[in-house]
């Protein structure tokens, strides 16, 4: 894959838009700050399905500046990348970051004693700490840790307008998901065409 600069970002084809019967996915990466590294394994799509995936850091006008409008594409977002795409579908998310936040407490309140004090007593002013995060779009946006979301993020309560969602949604997470049920039900609640499908053996990252 070659990469193509477009507006302030870069994005990535692999397959041809050109040959391809069938509509593209555009994929939205999480973080906020992550890049699209980690989601190749999608690239086995196009080798059994013929899909093309184009690889695009943030989603803006790309479906303009590709041309794919008239027939049409998919979007597939994970972590951060959902919130972009329902951005995408409607005027904002139907992600709730304190559903989030609460599903994780729940979470962390099952884990072993010796843990949770381990979880609770981290340093994330540390050189060590500070070395393996990400100091800007990361902190700001959502806060020094998964278990810590202090950033410009923390009141999102997108979903409540998730019904003007008009297209086929499938709202996807693991069964040790830190993404728990509590934070995906509002979503399947209110999106008028969706499905949810749990994946039974997986954790946050199931593709």
């Not at 500046?65 to 027939?71: A, D, N, P, Q, S």
């Not at 499938?170 to 509590?182: C, F, I, K, Q, S």
Request: glycine share 10%.
């Amino acid at each position: 894959m070659s990469p193509a600069h477009v507006f302030e970002g870069e994005y990535k084809i692999h397959g041809s838009l050109e040959d391809s019967l069938l509509p593209p996915l555009i994929t939205l990466h999480g973080g906020p700050g992550a890049g699209h590294e980690y989601l190749s394994p999608l690239t086995k799509l196009y080798g059994k399905y013929g899909i093309p995936i184009i690889f695009y850091d943030q989603l803006d006008n790309l479906a303009d500046h590709l041309k794919l409008r008239k027939g049409g594409f998919f979007i597939i977002g994970q972590s951060w990348g959902g919130m972009l795409g329902a951005v995408y579908a409607t005027p904002s998310s139907p992600a709730s970051v304190p559903l989030y936040v609460e599903g994780n407490n729940k979470l962390r309140s099952e884990l072993p004693h010796d843990i949770r004090e381990a979880l609770e007593a981290s340093n994330n002013d540390s050189p060590e700490y500070k070395k393996v995060t990400d100091p800007t779009a990361y902190m700001t946006m959502h806060g020094p840790s998964e278990l810590v979301i202090v950033g410009n993020t923390k009141d999102w309560e997108g979903w409540k307008i998730a019904h003007q969602i008009n297209v086929d949604t499938l709202v996807l997470n693991g069964r040790y998901d830190e993404m728990t049920d509590l934070c995906v039900e509002p979503w399947f609640k209110v999106i008028p065409r969706v499905k949810w499908v749990t994946f039974e053996n997986s954790s946050y990252m199931a593709h």
